[in-house]
């Protein structure tokens, strides 16, 4: 080899390292910004989580990685904590409404409750209304051998007797569809329709449904063709893999992006919040990986 090729082979070994590492860096930073991307949301969803599924976790750190994981409000707080959820950004897109009388199992279906559980929620939707959310939850309760047209009466007239105070407030009492198979034996709320119904006898756009993907799966299924069908009566969506209510991803049986587009195409602008109690050790993990099966 002659010193002229010597020096050529040399400044081409030289420009192929130079190529080489400017190629690395490149793709380093272009890995990067894909992660970035693959972790940013999509936006059709609106996401949150409900607090008491991360018991363990602070409320304030339960905050600070919804807020990081792209959530924009924590679901089922009660009016003590809105200033947390507030602290970081985050709104409570569903209003708790359970204490030591009230809650699933005695609900609005009893006529004795009625006006003691009127002067409950008018204070809850006070509440919610100051703090600027939209929705304040509420139960039928259990049937105790009520049958359940004589319940869907009962909740009517009711809830007949503060929802006008709900509008007035531009709050939504929303009622859940919970299953009885399971969870909450004997609940009477446990199917679609019953919940249709009530919605069309208090005939106010402020009364609605929260459809529990995980309960009505246990009930009723067939949970795509009943949302379409209904989600003119759904103000917000809970989830949770069945069977046992632990992650939504391929270790149940529910196909959730498939859930969440039937969602999108009804053109739901509501809140589809996390309800699965987490299985594995890292629980805010299990929650990012919830999140984005949803974000469809």
Known sequence: MTDQSRRDAIKKAATMALAGTVFSSLSSRVSAHDSVMDDALKGRIH????????????????????KEIGLASIDLLDPKDFATAKKYG???????AINKDWGITRGWNRTEHHDRLVEYYQHLIDETAKAGFPNLICF??????????????????GLKKVIGYAEKKK???????????VDHHDYQCDHTHWGVE??????????KLLYDIYHMQIME???IRTIRDNHTYIAHYHTGGVPGRHEIDETQELYYPAIMQAIVET???????????PKRPDKLASLKQ???????
């Open 140 to 157: 039928s309760g259990n049937r105790a051998g009520l049958d359940d047209q004589q319940g869907l009466e009962n909740c009517a007239a």
């Open 267 to 277: 053109g739901f602008k509501g809140f589809v919040a996390q309800e699965f109690v």
């Open 171 to 181: 709050v939504t009492l929303v009622m859940e569809l919970l299953n009885s198979k």
């Open 221 to 223: 299924g067939d949970v």
């Open 198 to 207: 009530l919605c069309k006898k208090i005939g106010s756009e402020h009364f």
């Open 47 to 66: 996401h949150s989580v409900c607090a008491w599924c991360y018991g363990g976790i602070p409320l304030d750190d339960l905050c600070k990685a919804a």
């Open 290 to 296: 919830g999140v984005h099966i949803c974000d469809v």
């Open 90 to 96: 985050l709104i409570c897109a569903m209003v708790a």
